[in-house]
């Protein structure tokens, strides 16, 4: 009841903290892309995120253990359950979707994401196969400004910004009818991020609780658990602007969040725990970019999603789970 309650903080915070990114980003005026690979990216990447930070805080092995498996779990679920997700939206609707099946995408944005991704999540799953701690140490400032200087690209090329009645409503707002004022924006970000930390806190303490009482190692369950119920934010909102023709957003959301999960959380890891990644860490490492590389093709190459594409998404992640649940 306890992991199911910290799920629900994480999982509520994160939807009024998207909602009010996606105005705030409005009235800071970027573009569409930046708004989808940047901040709505960021803001539902922050489950999982927080979910490590808290676990290394705890300071005990278990935990860390926790941290490493949401770390590199994250980008697993991203690039196999939610690109899925996309595809199976995309063709589901594709009779109520103005392109159809096809998937209106700037193309460029698509390559620097997944090449982004690919490039820093293969370097830092070689950093977990015994790299000595001075490497690692000097890698995660490296990891930092490379994020830093993949957000200054797309901000400078964002795109056309999103009118505010294309946006939904305010989740804080009391008047619908009206555009919500920088406070009510402000307020409602406060509150989801409240929200998302002390959800984590509880989903720390009862994934190692539980780990314990079934005797299952805690990465286990860090690897497939917390990341399959943290990357709903980005699973739902890219499903519902897939469904909308809203392709831009959609897409970015979820390439986006990879970036970021290769860098921020990686660089964390990398100088706060041991990150000694075991063969199912490495497996599911592995396995996303497998499903990066699927996604490059039907994105990048022919613009359009596949039952094919889906199935390759769908047998990476139940092969996966699968090997865990049998091995461990």
């Known amino acids: 009841m306890l992991l199911a309650a910290g799920f629900a903080a994480v999982l509520g915070g994160a939807l009024l903290f998207t909602n ?5 980003g409005t009235r800071l005026g970027l573009g569409i892309g930046a708004v989808g690979t940047v901040l709505a990216a960021v803001s539902t990447a922050l489950p999982e995120s927080v979910i490590p930070v808290v676990a290394i805080l705890r300071g005990d092995p278990d935990a860390d253990e926790v941290a490493v498996g949401a770390i ?18 995309a063709l589901g609707f594709s009779r109520r979707r103005p392109q159809g099946a096809r998937l209106r995408l ?17 370097a830092v799953l070689l950093l977990g196969l015994g790299t000595p701690e001075a490497v ?9 400004l490379a994020y830093g200087g993949y957000v200054a690209l797309t901000v400078r090329q964002g795109g056309p910004t999103q009118p505010d009645d294309e946006l939904p409503d305010l989740i804080a707002d009391p008047t619908k009818d009206d555009p919500p004022a920088s406070a009510a924006i402000a307020l409602q970000f406060a509150l989801g991020l409240a929200l998302i930390i002390a959800g984590a806190h509880f989903i720390v303490d009862e994934l190692i609780t539980i780990a314990e009482s079934l005797d299952v190692s805690p990465l286990v369950l860090a690897l497939i658990v917390a990341p399959l119920a943290t990357e709903l934010p980005e699973k739902a909102n890219s499903f519902l602007w897939i469904r909308e023709g809203k392709d831009s957003l959609a897409v970015g959301n979820v390439s986006g969040a990879m970036v970021f999960q290769s860098t921020v959380p990686v660089a964390i890891g990398v100088a706060f725990t041991s990150w000694e990644l075991d ?3 490495l497996l599911a490492g592995v396995c996303a970019l497998a499903g990066a590389a699927t996604a490059y093709w039907a994105l990048q190459v022919r613009a359009r999603f596949s039952l094919g594409d889906v199935a390759v998404w769908a047998v990476l992640f139940a092969a996966f789970v699968a090997t865990v649940l049998v091995a461990s």
């Open 106 to 122: 700037h193309r460029g944005t698509v390559r620097r994401d997944l090449v982004f991704f690919f490039v820093l999540f293969a």
């Open 20 to 24: 009010a990114v996606e105005w705030a």
């Open 72 to 89: 590199v779990g994250a980008p697993f679920m991203l690039a196999t359950v939610a690109m899925a997700l996309m595809g199976i939206a």
């Open 279 to 281: 063969r199912f860490a």
């Open 136 to 144: 690692r140490y000097a890698a995660a400032p490296l990891l930092l």
